[in-house]
Nanobody, 115 residues
Framework: QVQLVESGGGLVQAGGSLRLSCAAS????????MAWYRQATGKQREVVAV???????NYEDSVKCRFTISRDNAKNPMYLQMNSLKPEDTAVYYC?????????WGKGTLVTVSS
C-alpha cells in the first residue's frame, strides 16, 4: 500500500523559512504530476504548488515568488521550500498526486506562522 509521509513543519515567525519534505513508499514520484496541498482550520484543502512530470511548476497566486516545489526523481522525495512566510500560510500541508489526489492522504505536517 502506498503511504505518504510529510515532514518539516513547525512554528516560525513571519518572514521566516521552512522546508517541507514528502516521502512515499510504493510509488515513484517521477511518473506522476505531484502537488503540495494545504488546509487551514475551517477552510477547504487547496493546491499550493504543482510539479509536472517534465519538471514544469505552477503555484497558487499567494505563494508565487515565495515557495519553490522540487523533487529528486532518483531518490523519490519531494520538497517545498517556503520563504517569507506569512501568518496566512498557517495550515496543515500535504503532498499527493495531481490533479486528482489518488493516494490515501498522509497525516500532513503542521506549519504555524506567528505574527
Amino acid at each position: 500500500q502506498v503511504q505518504l509521509v510529510e515532514s518539516g513543519g513547525g512554528l516560525v515567525q513571519a518572514g521566516g523559512s521552512l522546508r517541507l519534505s514528502c516521502a512515499a513508499s510504493g510509488i515513484a514520484f517521477s511518473r506522476y504530476a505531484m502537488a503540495w496541498y494545504r488546509q487551514a482550520t475551517g477552510k477547504q484543502r487547496e493546491v499550493v504548488a504543482v510539479i509536472m512530470g517534465g519538471g514544469k511548476t505552477n503555484y497558487e497566486d499567494s505563494v508565487k515568488c515565495r515557495f519553490t516545489i522540487s523533487r529528486d526523481n532518483a531518490k523519490n522525495p519531494m520538497y517545498l521550500q517556503m520563504n517569507s512566510l506569512k501568518p496566512e500560510d498557517t495550515a496543515v500541508y500535504y503532498c499527493n498526486t495531481y490533479p486528482r489526489a489518488s493516494i490515501l492522504w498522509g497525516k500532513g505536517t503542521l506549519v504555524t506562522v506567528s505574527s
